[in-house]
């Protein structure tokens, strides 16, 4: 028997929701934060020690996978579970989003995007129906709706008619998904900051019918002021029992804002990206870990942390391997990074759960307020 996918919703606590999504390769506690394994890894990590972090899920990226090593490489190898040896559920993006930041030479047509790969300069073609044969060859348990997301700053016009070219597209990748019992595709809101938009793309999305919603477009330089703004009204507009997806955030303080605004996943490469450039996210705010205040420091990053980095090494030890240019620098501090994320995301599941989430987020921005402890 095949199982299907599906979302409970288990407690409330104002907008904040908590709940579980139920796929074949395991359960995914929300809110969830996906760690983002770009290249078929989360960078400086084995997956079993992504997996001790606390995180249910990872996040591919359809653009990279596509170039290198190529879906069709991955599929004839098992997919992309057993080729990364993570056999928990896996979201992929569409490529879409990686399409417009990443490769050179675009053409945008009603079709799809070509573009020239930042690899090798090779001519390659995604469209809703290429996006979502990908994804399929990938295996992956999530599979995003191809959508275009317009270069920032834009006008109204042009966010309009890019929102109503991925409605489009959306209704294209549901015919082109097919009926794949257990397997799961969300559709994406866009609509830029602008409300009317939001609410045009939100009520395409549900006539079509996805079994999850994103809100894309946002995460894009617009501040965090503004992001919250969009989520102030944006997740209303969507169904009360799918799960909800912001892309592409974020920072500690973000992740918990859109928690309180109705967001139930998010990705993000900044805990991974910053442990390999020595920024460091505690429960006191950010450590530069290369400053030269920790050389002589006995001290953990965080006494109150479990992670290995924490509960073995000094900052001294790690000021140290970060200056050395060590691999173990990147391999501790995105370890701790991830944890910490994770440990933000069990923290507020609880304090939903037992409604007490205004008291959570109250501790939480008073102790980033409080800042690192002071050097010795
Ligand atoms: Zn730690």
Redesign the pocket.
Known sequence: MTQQFSFKLKATDGKARTGVISTPRGEVRTPAFMPVGTAATVKAMMPESVRATGADILLGNTYHLMLRPTAERIDRLGGLHKFMNWDRPILTDSGGFQVMSLAGLRKLTEKGVTFKSHIDGSKHELTPERSMEIQRLLGSDIVMCFDECPALPANRDRIAESMRLSMRWAERSRDAFGDRPGHALFGIMQGGLEQDLREESAEALKSIGFEGYAVGGLAVGEGQEAMFDCLDYAPDSLPMDKPRYLMGVGKPDDIVGAVARGIDMMDCVLPSRSGRTGQVF?RYGVVNIKNARHADDPR???EN???????NYSRAYLHHVFRANEMISGMLLT??NL??FQEIMQGMRDAIAEGTFDAWQAAFHAQRAQGDIEPL
Do not use: G, I, R
């Open positions: 505690t953990p990053l965080d942390c479990s992670c290995p980095a924490c509960a370890w701790h944890h910490y």
